[in-house]
């Protein structure tokens, strides 16, 4: 789902960012904000009007790359027969990748993002910039035999594969 204040801001969710725990957070900090039914709605499904006046401040999460791929692998059964090298060459789905692009809302949010990896800290700068006072972001969604590290699941050619395929998404973590 997206959060929106009106005239204010619009949080564009994306999927295994900790975006679903973002939400809530949202709403313990705006609870007269409004979530969107939809999950994971693009900037363009929110219609001018009574949703949007569009001067709002808009903001993502984000997370490693690789990691965001490692959790959607590890959630994805059916790709457990397979190596995560072959999953990372041959995967593609709809809620993830647009265009075979990761972390599709970064052009509308212009790198204006919540970093998983400093979710809390970087929520709180946020809110405080929108002029609110941040809640704490709750423990929500947390995958199922989730792998204590996912980076164990990857290493040079994983890493290769991931520049050729996202090279925007890596430059975002790994400089360029």
Known sequence: ??????????????????????EAALLFTCPEGTQ?????????????????????????TIRDPLDVLASWWTLNTQWH???FLDFL????????TI????????????????RYEHLQEDFNIAMIFLG?????????NISKNKIKDYKSLYGTKEIKVMWKRFPVAMEIYYGS
Do not use: W
């Open 1 to 22: 789902m997206s959060f929106i204040m009106k005239g204010k801001f619009i949080y564009l969710a994306h999927p295994r960012t900790a975006s679903v725990a973002t």
């Open 36 to 60: 969107t039914t939809q999950h994971h709605r693009m900037l363009h499904e929110i219609e001018c009007g009574e949703e949007r006046t569009g001067n709002e401040y808009l903001f993502t």
């Open 81 to 83: 027969d397979k190596l």
């Open 89 to 96: 060459n041959h995967f593609h789905h709809i809620y993830l």
């Open 99 to 114: 265009d075979d692009k990761l972390f599709f809302h970064l052009p509308a949010t212009r790198g204006k993002y919540i």
């Open 132 to 140: 609110y006072s941040p809640k704490l972001i709750p423990k929500l």
